[in-house]
């Protein structure tokens, strides 16, 4: 069964950064778009980035342009959200997401979702 695991997640301060792993098992990802989407509370989830199967084609939500960036490692199964210059608006559960289709900013069209991580971020 596929699955989709985030890690690293936790309590930043402000300006800090932290990376965010997603552990992809039960089937091949490498021809997936992988990506991140978060969901702070009270709030709707929302789109955090993307990243297509040959790490060529990258999105990102104007909110985390500029700050965030998302990697793959094919070989490991694994995709990654570097976050810079954390703000406590990033406050939010991350998951990770596999989809078919690049271009997916919509939650309800997204394949497959890890359970998420927290991240929060202190002022």
């Known amino acids: 069964q596929a699955q989709l695991v985030e890690s690293g997640g936790g309590l930043v301060q402000a300006g800090d950064s932290l990376t965010l792993s997603c552990a992809a098992s039960?089937?091949?990802?490498?021809?997936?778009?992988m990506g991140w989407f978060r969901q702070a509370p009270g709030k709707e989830r929302e789109f955090v980035g993307a990243i297509n199967w040959s790490g060529v084609f990258t999105s990102y939500a104007d909110s985390v342009k500029g700050r965030f960036t998302i990697s793959r490692d094919n070989a490991k199964n694994t995709v990654y959200l570097h976050m810079n210059s954390l703000k406590p608006e990033d406050t939010a559960v991350y998951y990770c997401?596999?989809?078919?289709?690049?271009?997916?900013?919509?939650?309800?069209?997204?394949?497959?979702w890890g359970q998420g991580t927290q991240v929060t971020v202190s002022s």
């Open positions: 039960g089937r091949t990802f490498s021809n997936y778009v």
């Open positions: 997401t596999a989809n078919r289709v690049l271009g997916v900013r919509t939650p309800g069209l997204i394949d497959y």
